[in-house]
């Protein structure tokens, strides 16, 4: 599946759905195993100045922490942008807080390379 399928509207609803399900193992379906995730959440909660995590693993487990701090989590899709490598997803936050992540997929579907960028700071 290329990022310009009808299908990248599809991917993208059943990520935010997994996250309003606080279903860690379908919100990690999403994410390839090498996956390298960027966002100043990382920063705050791993104390890493590049805001950079590497591999499944470690975004699972910062994905976890962002579950536990916010039981009451909640996303809803603004829109989605496409390009032949991927897609961009701007969403609200429950707290108000406006999210864009910039996605490649690899062969499989799945996000190789992630960066999100928050409107207001997000811890």
């Known amino acids: 599946m290329t990022a310009a399928s009808n299908d990248t ?3 993208v609803t059943g990520w935010i759905e997994s996250w309003n399900a606080h279903d860690l193992d379908g919100i990690m379906a999403h994410y390839a195993d090498g996956v390298v995730f ?6 705050t ?3 890493r100045p590049d805001g950079r995590l590497h591999g499944a693993g470690e975004l ?3 994905f976890r922490r962002g579950l536990d701090l916010a039981p009451s989590l ?3 899709l603004e829109g989605v942008f496409t390009s032949p490598s991927g897609y961009a997803a701007l969403y609200s936050r429950d707290n108000g807080n406006r999210v864009l992540d910039v996605v ?3 062969e499989d579907a799945k996000a190789i390379n992630v960066k999100a960028f928050y409107v207001a700071e997000q811890s």
């Not at 960027?38 to 920063?43: C, S």
């Open 104 to 106: 490649e997929l690899n």
């Open 45 to 47: 909660r791993w104390n």
């Open 60 to 62: 699972r487990e910062h």
């Open 74 to 76: 909640h996303f809803s």
């Open 9 to 11: 509207r599809t991917l």
């Open 38 to 43: 960027e966002a100043n959440t990382v920063v």
